[in-house]
């Protein structure tokens, strides 16, 4: 198990040295010299200093190397269009926000996706199972501005329940104006849930240890309890990592939508002035943070079912 | 929008394989099995009500979205109606109201709906198809090349795919958008499939891997096939039926893709209609006139729903095993 452990944590630092340069090498293909964009004629002098204070004049992979510096010594560099702010500022402002939504969502989708999907496969074809399964195939086919705006027209605008929009400020702060947002964001997930967890206890039912667990007498709470919910959950845990692509694209929109200050905002306004110090920073970030993911989910797939070890 | 579902939803075993292929080698090809194989499928599909219902549904929608910008007038039913020209701007008719001349109503630029949805839906699905095109064609090649060869090809070109994987899909396709420069179908659609390849390639090289190892490969192994011969004629063949389900799959994510960066603003140029982008522009004004807004909303609503159930009903039609108990 441990060097199982080693193994796929030594393994996710070239993954994460690949990814950046993937993004490092995209964003030096986009058009455009961070200094030649200003109204102003910058003489030549300066900018030749301006280019080797960030080291613009040195190959790609020695610039590289410094960025790859910058982001495991977390420092991010300075922003491009706001001229007194580092993307670390950025980031310190946006991420709790968004890592705020992203978890209610999430909290969403569990504290209603499972027990969802539990109930509906508990009586297959019952009228909860149809109607949960229903819900989820509109879960996932609504697009999730459609869902947000529907929520603020009706929930917001029409009955005045909640605000349109806001965020409160403190992470550990909650009111009424993270509902709707968070609800939006999570009802994919939610959906989700309800549909794998579903399918993975009407498949663990089928088994033959719950047949014997069943032919043992055991009394069926214990078997579903112990027997089927233990073994249906792992997909559910696994579904995490991949989910979490989903949320962090969702939190995008949702941020728009609802005028959250958190990354995805950031990251939408500075594509469009072209602030790409910021959008490589916010995209190296989110990318770190799904392959970190990635790992803790493989890591609690060995734990949770030791075949998969040797497998991965 | 859903890359594990993509995944989770696909049989990790091959189709049929041991009915359909196994008797071919000297008719390598073997219409006469795959025939049967199609026809089982065929057969188990239409008994599935919401599947057939969906696919039904969904050529209605095409069908709409094709017929209604040139063939705008029935005649003998609704000769009330107007050609409307879907970017014709009239401002004495903006937010006109639902009425015959204009059952969908209009927008702020008093351009008709009916007319703009039509188009708007042209171009989504449109995206989507090409895109999920592109994304199957790369997946089948980047896949059946890792999966054929294996070894350490194959375990550098999985690991490769492992650190894609890391990149979040929205910020990829915008960053991919910002070094193409512009923002027009052929953008979008590269942006969406750079974006989103790597759930194909992983797919299909699963697929490859297990099919490998069946008899019938041994077999034409053994007489003598050339590896070209093996994969073209034994393998891709066979991977056809997960392919056929990945376009459905596939296709959700493309529209809702494409939805997404419209309406962030990010989506293709105005005036140019998609239903993302006419989403966007029914933003302004949602709390007067929701209509607007909720039309293409619905729309895409719709093509991912009935997608998904056609996914989901050719999924158990051409795998039965994998069928969930109902």
């Not at chain 1, 030594?10 to 200094?35: D, E, S, Y």
Request: aromatic content about 12%; charged content about 15%; some cysteine.
């Amino acid at each position: 198990m441990t060097t199982f452990i080693i193994r796929r944590v030594v393994w996710t630092i070239p993954v994460i040295l690949l990814v950046i340069l993937m993004t490092f090498l995209m964003m030096r293909q986009i058009k455009g010299n961070p200094f030649r964009h200003t109204e102003r004629n910058v003489p030549e002098a300066i900018q030749k200093n301006l280019e080797r204070k960030f080291h613009l004049d040195r190959p790609w992979y020695v610039q590289y190397a410094y960025y790859v510096e910058g982001v495991f010594t977390f420092d991010l560099g300075p922003s491009m269009a706001q001229r007194t702010r580092t993307v670390n500022d950025v980031v310190r402002d946006g991420f709790p926000r968004s890592l705020k939504l992203g978890l209610l969502a999430y909290l969403w989708a569990i504290v209603f996706g499972v027990p969802a999907g539990i109930l509906a496969a508990l009586k297959p074809n019952s009228i909860f199972d149809y109607f949960a399964m229903l819900f989820s195939s509109i879960g996932f086919a609504l697009p999730s501005f459609f869902v947000a705006t529907l929520l603020i027209y009706y929930v917001a605008v029409k009955f005045g329940l909640v605000p349109t929009n806001g965020w409160p400020t403190g992470f550990f702060q909650l009111d009424s104006r993270v509902i709707l947002p968070s609800f939006a964001l999570g009802l994919f997930p939610m959906a989700y849930f309800a549909r794998l967890v579903r399918g993975a206890m009407l498949e663990t039912m089928q088994q033959d240890y719950v047949r014997t667990a069943k032919a043992k007498g055991l009394r069926y709470r214990r078997v579903i309890g112990l027997h089927v919910l233990r073994n249906s959950l792992i997909p559910a845990v696994t579904a995490t990592a991949p989910l979490l692509g989903l949320i962090i694209t969702g939190t995008f929109v949702i941020e728009f939508i609802f005028s959250i200050p958190g990354i995805g905002r950031y990251f939408i306004n500075s594509v469009s002035n072209r602030d790409y110090s910021v959008v490589m920073g916010i995209t190296v970030l989110t990318s770190v943070i799904i392959v970190i993911a990635n790992l803790f989910v493989d890591i609690m797939y060995g734990v949770l079912d030791p075949r998969t070890r040797e497998a991965r | 929008m859903a890359v594990d579902r993509r995944e989770a939803a696909l049989p990790t075993a091959p189709p049929a394989v041991g009915v359909g292929a196994a008797v071919d080698d000297s008719s390598a090809g073997a219409p006469i099995a795959q025939a049967s194989l199609w026809k089982d499928a065929w057969y188990r599909y239409i008994r599935n009500r919401a599947a057939v219902a969906a696919a039904i549904v969904f050529i209605i929608m095409v069908l709409y979205c094709l017929l209604i910008p040139g063939f705008w007038r029935i005649p003998g039913i609704w000769t009330s109606l107007k050609d409307y020209d879907p970017n014709a701007v009239d401002f004495s008719q903006a937010y006109a109201g639902f009425s015959l001349d204009h059952p969908f109503s209009t927008d702020k630029f008093g351009r008709d709906l009916f007319a703009r949805t039509a188009v708007g839906g042209q171009i989504s699905i449109a995206i989507g198809f090409v895109a999920t095109f592109f994304i199957l064609a790369i997946g089948v090649f980047y896949g059946s090349i890792a999966g054929f060869i294996g070894g350490r090809l194959d375990n550098a070109m999985m690991r490769f795919l492992d650190a894609l994987y890391g990149l979040p899909y929205l910020p990829f396709a915008i960053i991919t958008l910002a070094i193409i420069g512009t923002q027009n179908f052929l953008a979008m659609t590269i942006a969406l499939t750079v974006a989103s390849w790597f759930t194909s390639a992983r797919i299909v090289r699963g697929q490859i891997i297990t099919l490998k190892e069946n008899d019938y490969v041994r077999a034409a192994r053994a007489v003598g096939a050339r590896w070209y011969r093996i994969l073209v004629r034994h393998l891709l063949p066979n991977t056809l039926g997960v392919l056929i389900i990945a376009i459905f799959l596939e296709l959700p994510v493309v529209v809702l893709g494409e939805a997404f960066l419209s309406f962030i603003g990010l989506g293709i140029n105005p005036p140019t209609a998609s239903w993302g982008s006419m989403a966007q522009d029914g933003r302004d004004a949602y709390r007067l006139h929701p209509e607007v807004l909720f039309i293409p909303s619905l729309a895409i609503a719709l093509l991912v729903m009935c997608a998904n159930f056609i996914a989901d009903g050719m999924r158990d039609a051409l795998d039965p095993r994998t069928r969930e108990t109902s």
